[in-house]
């Protein structure tokens, strides 16, 4: 069983930038599609990125194409998400979540996700 936890969060103005990461035990990481999503207060979980078992394919939510990438070394068991041009609405607490199914394209569902990180807290100020 994979047990993921995640790391690199905090308060950061708009405009600015943080990296996420997230370290997995487990000896078979480089065989698991590895996605972000995030929660804010009063809202539902929602995707954020996915990444595929080899690197080659990702996905991102729309919200956050172009700011946000998502990447992953599997020789240290983690991975990122690096957040550019960070916006206030993108505050939430955000969870690193493990797919044991090698899929060729990243799902986007969290049903398609588990197990999950414990979060990591993003805080945008304006």
């Known amino acids: 069983q994979v047990q993921l936890v995640e790391s690199g969060g905090g308060l950061v103005q708009a405009g600015g930038s943080l990296r996420l990461s997230c370290a997995a035990s487990g000896r078979t990481f480089s065989t698991w599609t590895m996605g972000w999503f995030r929660q804010a207060p009063e809202k539902e979980r929602e995707f954020v990125a996915a990444i595929s078992w080899s690197g080659r394919n990702t996905a991102y939510a729309d919200s956050v194409k172009g700011r946000f990438t998502i990447s992953r070394d599997n020789a240290k068991n983690t991975v990122y998400l690096q957040m550019n041009s960070l916006k206030p609405e993108d505050t939430a607490v955000y969870y690193c979540?493990?797919?044991?199914?090698?899929?060729?394209?990243?799902?986007?569902?969290?049903?398609?996700?588990?197990?999950w990180g414990q979060g990591t807290q993003v805080t945008v100020s304006s």
């Open positions: 979540a493990a797919s044991n199914t090698a899929w060729a394209i990243p799902p986007t569902g969290a049903d398609a996700f588990g197990p």
